[in-house]
């Protein structure tokens, strides 16, 4: 007999198994398994979840974990013997015989590793005994609402002792449906009654009742008890044998059974485990809080992904895994002596999605098609003559093609030029001509500026039917001779944005490219089955070495304030994405569109768990409204730069990740000494600070004392070799040896976080000593009227005054005077900057917008604005009208 139609069960996931029970008596079992839905969408098995019920529910129980698997997940829920849909037995089962049950049918369905347990209520002592037989392959274990053992200064819980009482089992357990009813009557809110009904179904009679009551019978209320030495050796193993096991514990505290002192001797016996608590749920947690199951999934492929699938080690660039052991005497920890061998793509799930374009002409990729995609065209590569250690500037196009692209180029032992169109066509021109590749590959009308600027290189055109076209050539060559080992060899060149000078080349070797997707991964628990939405393109170049699933959203790649809240969703959508990455201007404009999405759209972004933004500060109160729209996702802005990446992180809409109580009431942001809290150092990386001179200059000491302002010094395994082809740059910036010097200000806490605090060549140097920027225009910020905000200096230094920019939430050309052909803030404005600054400000400008870089739309170019109020306030004019107004006294004229 198998469930009918039942709410929320598909009857695909529903089947029928032979197998030998723990005597080898062949038995009839049911088991809900996704195995063939897999196989019928091409998934190979990345691994496989165990869900094992307790008394008196059944398979049922887990119809939202098959349903919410991840691709290439299985999930396989049986029915115990007696139980469910399983066949009926004439003798009860000890908790023994049903342990070795389990792993009979598991060998039967052909169930390897890497396994997860999901376990609940007596299912909890069973799988656990059944995972403890599978330690070669236990790759993680979550418990529900279950107990191991008897807390000796507690009683037993009052429902069990009466059902377990003779009088009792009978009646409530087999004869009525009493004790079946029971189970879901704790459920708050209540179940539907469809749904009580189906917990109910297999149970309709007292025949089909009576394994529930001899589960009820095995409970071991003394010692004993025929299952008493088996439970007892379960937990007592639990410490040893599950130490270095990933384990979740998801409770709901409610339960009239499991109270929380069962939670608290699992949490002795499990003391790394990882604890979920929904406070107003009881014992069927995942029914009182379905939203659990999404949980529970995100910890699968977080916490258990990286290491417990099939003890593979993740495919980095160049081949090499990351290591956590320190290098002697550095205080920082390095990779191991990397091989430095080619990147490869990740093809462990060759027919799952790699990448996905979201374009008028969207295409979409397998790992294992983009994998032979990328080895044909390194073959027609090496035949024009790019060769290793070679520098091959790369111009196409976010997506398929430029993975393809620079996987091939990796694969030759070529080192990558990447300078996005995000830079403007004449400094991108400048970097790459800087940069003097070998070769240029890009599309037609990159190699027309490439050109025209000047930029050395052979050509070689890669437009995607040009990219076809080198594929099918390669794939009938032999493949390209493998590139030597050296992990000390350059490997890319990235460019900074140039928000503050020039942009600036920064050599990554294999090594530290190999460190660099160590640290991203795991900081922010990247596994294979996550996918990406990734509207900013270079991070989703990793992706591929990851087993990252990545789409690229419909947008204009060089604009990231194109990105609009519909193509956002479409992309999450289109690769059921569980990570978004967007600069702030993408997800401003994301936030603006939001009443165009669809419910669908909607709907799709209800999945994310996690939303990176990065490349310049993030306002708070943005992340909140992108939170209202990915309600299930944190918003993490890593803190780093094109030099090293990331350095810190924080969830800015809870504070400090291990105190989220830590913010300003007034503000929803953390509290702090001012500034951008950008959270604490992720594993890995020092950070110090060089402390400022009387005149805003960085010293050449480094410190890591609380409160003291000065330029932020990183050291990690992955940062930047050098400067290319910069050595004075590089020289000023390594100070000293192995620290790299961030061109940041700001302070470390007494809590270990640090604070970003401006640009030093944006800190203004006063009379009475350096002003950092970003606590000065936060509080003006603050003010109603007020949309956004800047400050600069005036003036020489050691003697500038501080000079207010101001965006009004209303255009200058709506009413606001200017004065001398300057535009000035009235009185009342300018007196309630004053007053809220927190320094002396000499002037306060009004404009309709700042100016920000091309690449991020989102650093303020201070420079320019500088010398946008230096003109203006040196002006005579403006001068003489700025010294008649009330409150705003005249700036320091230079000589």
Request: contains cysteine; proline residues 8%; glycine residues 10%.
């Amino acid at each position: 007999m198998t469930p009918r139609a039942t709410p929320g069960l598909d009857p695909a996931w529903s089947r029928t198994v032979r197998s030998p029970d723990a005597e080898g008596v062949p038995r009839t079992w049911h088991v809900l398994d996704n195995l063939a839905q897999l196989q019928e969408r091409g998934e190979q098995v990345v691994g496989t979840v165990v869900c094992v019920h307790g008394n008196p529910t059944w398979s049922y129980l887990w119809r939202r974990v098959l349903a919410q698997a991840p691709p290439g997940w299985r999930v396989v829920a049986p029915d115990h013997l007696g139980m469910g849909w399983s066949e009926r037995l004439t003798d009860p089962r000890g908790l023994g015989q049903r342990i070795a049950d389990l792993d009979a049918l598991t060998t039967t369905l052909g169930v390897s590793g890497p396994v997860v347990l999901l376990a609940h209520d007596w299912g909890g002592p069973i799988g656990l005994g059944w995972a403890l037989r599978q330690r070669t392959d236990l790759a993680g274990v979550v418990l529900t609402n279950t107990a191991v053992h008897q807390p000796s200064d507690a009683a037993f819980p009052a429902a069990i002792r009466v059902a377990h009482s003779s009088a009792m089992l009978d009646l409530v357990c087999r004869r009525t449906p009493a004790f079946v009813r029971a189970a879901t009557a704790t459920c708050r809110p209540a179940l539907p009654a469809p749904v009580r009904d189906a917990f109910a179904a297999p149970y309709a009679t007292a025949g089909r009742r009576q394994a529930g009551a001899d589960f009820v019978a095995d409970i071991p209320f003394r010692s004993g008890h025929p299952s008493a030495p088996v439970l007892d050796d379960i937990a007592g193993r639990l410490s040893s044998e599950l130490a270095d096991v990933p384990t979740l514990l998801v409770w709901g505290p409610r339960d009239p059974v499991f109270s929380q002192r069962y939670l608290e001797d699992l949490l002795r016996r499990l003391p790394h485990a990882d604890v979920h608590r929904y406070q107003d749920a009881s014992h069927l947690v995942l029914e009182d809080r379905p939203e659990g199951v999404d949980l529970i999934w995100s910890w699968i492929e977080g916490s258990v992904g990286a290491a417990g699938l099939s003890g593979d080690p993740i495919i980095l660039p160049f081949g090499a895994e990351a290591s956590r052991d320190e290098a002697p005497g550095s205080g920082v920890k390095q990779p191991d002596s990397a091989p430095g061998v080619p990147i490869r793509v990740d093809t462990t799930h060759p027919d799952d999605t790699s990448i996905a374009e979201l374009t008028d002409h969207g295409r979409t990729i397998t790992f294992g098609a983009l994998a032979e995609r990328v080895a044909a065209v390194a073959a027609a590569l090496h035949a024009r003559g790019v060769r290793e250690g070679d520098r091959v500037a790369v111009l196409v196009p976010p997506g398929i093609d430029l993975t393809t692209l620079v996987y091939a180029v990796w694969r030759l032992g070529g080192v990558i030029v990447v300078a996005d169109a995000g830079l403007g066509l004449r400094r991108l021109g400048g970097a790459l001509r800087g940069a003097g590749p070998d070769h240029v590959v890009g599309i037609g009308k990159a190699l027309l500026l490439a050109r025209g600027t000047r930029v050395p290189g052979q050509r070689i055109r890669f437009d995607t039917a040009d990219a076809d076209t080198l594929a099918l050539e390669g794939a009938a060559l032999p493949p390209a001779p493998e590139p030597a080992a050296d992990a000390e060899a350059d490997g890319a060149i990235l460019f900074t944005s140039g928000a503050t000078g020039p942009p600036k080349g920064v050599i990554y070797t294999r090594g530290r490219l190999e460190a660099q997707v160590a640290l991203l991964r795991d900081t922010f628990d990247l596994v294979p089955g996550d996918r990406l939405v990734a509207a900013f393109a270079p991070f989703a170049l990793y992706g591929p070495a990851l087993g990252l699933g990545s789409a690229v959203p419909d947008m204009d790649v060089t604009a990231p304030h194109t990105l609009t809240a519909a193509a956002l969703a479409e992309a999450v959508a289109a690769v059921r994405a569980s990570v978004v990455f967007a600069s702030p201007a993408a997800l401003r404009n994301v936030v603006a569109t939001a009443d165009d999405l669809t419910r669908r759209q909607a709907h799709a972004l209800q999945r994310p768990r996690l939303v990176l933004s990065a490349g310049a500060p993030v306002p708070v109160a943005l992340l909140h409204r992108v939170r209202a729209l990915l309600p299930h996702a944190a918003t993490h802005t890593p803190y780093g730069m094109t030099e090293a990446l990331p350095v810190a992180t924080i969830d800015p809409t809870t504070g400090d990740p291990t105190d989220t109580t830590d913010t300003d009431p007034a503000t929803g942001e953390p509290d702090g000494p001012g500034g951008v809290c950008v959270g604490i150092p992720v594993d890995r990386v020092e950070v110090r600070i060089a402390p400022l001179d009387a005149e805003g200059r960085a010293g050449d000491g480094l410190t890591d004392e609380v409160g003291v302002t000065g330029e932020i010094v990183v050291r990690g395994p992955h940062t930047k070799a050098r400067y290319d082809r910069l050595w004075g740059t590089q020289q000023a910036s390594e100070r000293p040896a192995g620290w790299h010097r961030t061109g940041d200000v700001g302070e470390l806490d007494d809590r270990g976080r640090l604070w970003v605090q401006g640009r030093l060549v944006h800190v203004v140097s006063t009379p009475d000593g350096p002003v950092t920027p970003y606590a000065v225009e936060h509080r003006i910020e603050r003010l109603d009227g007020v949309s956004a905000a800047a400050v600069v200096g005036v003036g020489p230094r050691g003697t500038q005054q501080v000079v207010a920019v101001v965006v009004p939430e209303e255009r200058i050309a709506s009413g606001l005077r200017r004065l001398g052909g300057t535009p000035l803030a009235g009185a009342d404005l300018a007196a309630r900057v004053r007053e809220t600054a927190g320094v002396p400000v000499a002037a306060v400008l009004l404009r309709d917008w700042l100016p920000v870089d091309v690449r991020h739309a989102s650093k303020v170019d201070r420079g320019a604005l500088a010398v946008w109020a230096t003109r203006l306030l040196h002006d005579r004019p403006a001068a003489r009208a700025l010294a008649r107004r009330s409150g705003q006294a005249p700036a320091t004229k230079s000589r």
